[in-house]
Each structure stands twice: as structure tokens, then as C-alpha cells.
């Protein structure tokens, strides 16, 4: 009789296509083609150093079979299958369904060990579309605009880039990527891979009502995609794939309050969150609270817009770590001077965590929550836990 196995797959529906799983695998047992990005069970080891490079966690699912799912059956899956009954499928006997169970319990339990638990979106966040544009066929949209966000005197180069896609239908969601293709071939010779940017823009386009939307996009050093795209002028042409993502997404909730915590660029997905509210709600009040995170206020994408947000309906707090004269703050230390507020919303059901930017901001945050709900005498792993089973607590870094 067959004994059951765990595999290790990946879930097409939140899995943004970054393809850094692939990058980070020593035994080359990740793959795509131009749907998904999947994980063959005859190479696969189990090393787990894919899992910490995954910036959603679509990368850290499992399921326990009697047969590996093949490769052919992953590219085409729009959603993970559930888990099987296995007793049935092995045509057990009676005397050994129960041997069999133990099995299937005790490799169950590992495979449900991931990295932190599994996202899931706000129960009232609306429908998202997913993977509409792929690496076979990609959307072309045309640059409306390319603005520098930053000042003049800041070495960070953040643009605000809008593309615009005319009559071809492309349905977004605030928290959503999309890819952008840059042009030309690597080392190999083959196709460059999408690189992924979350929108900055809300739902119904960066201008209301059109077929538009917005990034927020760094020039990085030597960095080929974000180069091409801060350097492209309005009428360029720019092959895009998309959407990804079905977790990171808006309550659709207005008594939802919105706990914000971003670094740079981080803060994309949250001008969207705040436009939308503005936009459909302007009249809330203590709502949204933004902890945003840069070397200086000239390094803040937005920070001009940001202003004018009236503090009632945004909670603005800044946390700077290059003001000259002054010492260095970080988004965790203004999550410690406004501990009192933070408190009310930790203890709050009808608060959302969402934290974004770069990764080694995420300890930090994380151990500022905990000192914080020490504080009032909860327990931070389990409030975190239920928070994110709830749809109510969101992590992307990168």
C-alpha cells in the first residue's frame, strides 16, 4: 500500500510572481511557466530557504498525498485544491485506515508548521482579480506622467509613475502589484522577468474614473528594472502583468480602522488605502493612523501631500533617522512614544494591521506590538495569530 507524503506547493492566488522563491532555491526545484510559479516534488528537499525570501507567504503551503501533484497539474491551478481525505484514496483496510491516520496526523501537523501562518484577506475586502496579464500576454499601457517625489537634495531618486491602459480592461485593487516586463534579454539570453510594484493608486485610477493607475517606484543602484521605469517619459510604451495579491487588500468595512506602518516606498499601497477612504468616505474621524519611516523629510515620498491630509481623518507619524542634530527614530520608536494609541487600537476588534517596506524593519515593528500589548496584558502572538486567521493582519516586506 502507498504511505502518504507531504508536498510542498505554492498558492496561485496570493503568490505575487516576484520569483524570488526560484532565485532562492539551492536544488532548482522551482519553476515557472506564464501562469505560476510552482514546485517540482522530485527535486524538492525541503530545505525551506525559500520560505523567508516570500514576501506574502504563498510560499509556505503543504498539503499530505498519496501521489505528488505534477507540474502540469500546478501550472493550471487557479486556486490550491484542499486537502484530500487519504484514507479513502489508499483503499485501506480496516486494520490499517487507523496506522494510516497516525501517519496522515503526524505529517499533517508538520506541514501546517509554516513561517508564520497563512493571510488571509479582510472577510468585507471586495473580489480581487488575479493574474489577468501574464508573461505570454502582457498588457501595454502608456506613461501619462513620471514625477520626482523626492527633494532635489536627496540621494533616494522615488518617482510617481501613472500609466494609462485606455480601453483594455485592467481591474485593481488597493494592495494589489502588478509586473512591469523590462525590455531586453539577461545573461542567458532569455526574456527579463517581471518586476513587481504595489499600486499607489485606489481602485477607480489615479484620476477618478479612468482607466489609470499609480506606482511608487525607487531607482535603485545598478538596478535594471526601477532604472527603466524612473527613467521613462510620458507616451512610453510599458508591458505589464497582473494583478497579483488577494490578501493584502482594503477593508470595504467603514467602522474597519486602519493601523499603517510602511518605510520608503513601503507607503505605496497605503496612499491608496488613504485616497479611497477619502473618496468614498471623506467624513470618517480617527480612522486611519499612518507610521511612515525615512532618513529625512526629504526623503519622503509624499510627505508634501501627506500634509494636507487633515490629521482627524489621518493620523500622521513620522519617524526620521538622519535629521541632522536630532537622534535617530524608527518606526518602531514612534510606535513606543504613541503607545497609548496603539493600545486602543490593539485592543479594538475592529482594527487591521497592515506593515510594508523593507524586511528588517518587520522585527523591529514586531517587538514594539509586543512590548505594547505586554503592556495592557495581552499576548501578542496570539493576538497577532487571531488577528491574521480574522483577515485583520498584513505583512509584506521585501
Not at 485610477?205 to 493607475?213: K, Q, V, W
Not at 517619459?233 to 470595504?252: E, H, I, N
Not at 493601523?259 to 474621524?285: D, S, V, Y
Request: hydrophobic share 35%.
Amino acid at each position: 500500500m502507498n504511505q502518504p507524503l507531504k508536498q510542498h506547493l505554492i498558492d496561485p492566488e496570493i503568490c505575487i510572481r516576484c520569483y524570488t522563491c526560484e532565485a532562492a532555491c539551492p536544488v532548482s526545484a522551482i519553476t515557472h511557466d506564464d501562469n505560476n510559479v510552482v514546485v517540482d516534488a522530485e527535486k524538492c528537499n525541503f530545505c525551506m530557504d525559500c520560505i523567508s525570501p516570500c514576501p506574502t507567504g504563498s510560499i509556505d503551503n503543504w498539503r499530505v498525498v498519496m501521489a505528488p501533484y505534477s507540474l502540469d497539474e500546478q501550472f493550471s491551478w487557479d486556486e490550491l485544491p484542499a486537502q484530500s481525505a487519504l484514507s479513502s484514496e489508499a483503499g485501506a483496510t480496516d486494520t490499517s485506515i487507523e496506522a494510516l491516520d497516525e501517519n496522515v496526523a503526524a505529517l499533517l501537523a508538520e506541514a501546517h508548521k509554516g513561517a508564520g501562518g497563512k493571510a488571509r484577506a479582510p472577510a468585507s475586502a471586495s473580489k480581487p482579480t488575479i493574474n489577468l496579464y501574464n508573461l505570454a500576454k502582457p498588457a501595454m499601457a502608456t506613461v501619462q506622467g513620471n514625477y520626482r517625489l523626492t527633494g532635489e537634495t536627496s540621494d533616494t531618486d522615488v518617482r510617481h509613475i501613472i500609466l494609462d491602459f485606455a480601453n483594455l480592461p485592467f481591474p485593481v485593487l488597493e494592495g494589489q502589484t502588478i509586473g512591469i516586463i523590462p525590455p531586453g534579454r539577461d545573461a542567458e539570453g532569455k526574456p527579463h522577468l517581471p518586476r513587481l510594484y504595489s499600486l499607489s493608486s485606489p481602485r477607480d485610477g489615479e484620476r477618478a474614473n479612468f482607466n489609470n493607475l499609480s506606482l511608487t517606484v525607487k531607482r535603485e543602484p545598478d538596478g535594471l528594472c526601477s532604472t527603466y521605469i524612473c527613467n521613462l517619459r510620458k507616451g512610453d510604451k510599458v508591458a505589464v502583468t497582473g494583478p497579483f495579491g488577494s490578501t493584502f487588500l482594503l477593508p470595504c468595512d467603514p467602522q474597519a480602522k486602519l493601523l499603517m506602518i510602511c518605510t520608503g516606498t513601503g507607503a505605496a499601497p497605503f496612499r491608496g488605502f488613504t485616497m479611497r477612504r477619502q473618496r468614498e468616505n471623506p467624513h470618517l474621524k480617527g480612522h486611519l493612523s499612518l507610521y511612515f519611516g525615512a532618513r529625512s523629510p526629504h526623503d519622503l515620498p509624499y510627505f508634501g501631500p501627506l500634509a494636507k491630509v487633515p490629521d482627524i481623518f489621518l493620523g500622521k507619524y513620522f519617524a526620521f533617522s538622519r535629521q541632522a542634530d536630532l537622534p535617530k527614530q524608527y518606526v518602531q520608536d514612534q510606535l513606543r512614544v504613541t503607545k497609548d494609541h496603539v493600545a486602543t487600537l490593539l485592543r479594538d476588534g475592529d482594527t487591521y494591521i497592515y506593515i510594508c517596506g523593507l524586511r528588517a524593519m518587520e522585527n523591529g515593528v514586531e517587538e514594539a506590538l509586543a512590548d505594547i500589548a505586554r503592556g495592557i496584558g495581552l499576548d501578542w502572538i496570539k493576538l497577532r495569530d487571531t488577528m491574521r486567521e480574522a483577515g485583520r493582519y498584513h505583512v509584506e516586506t521585501y
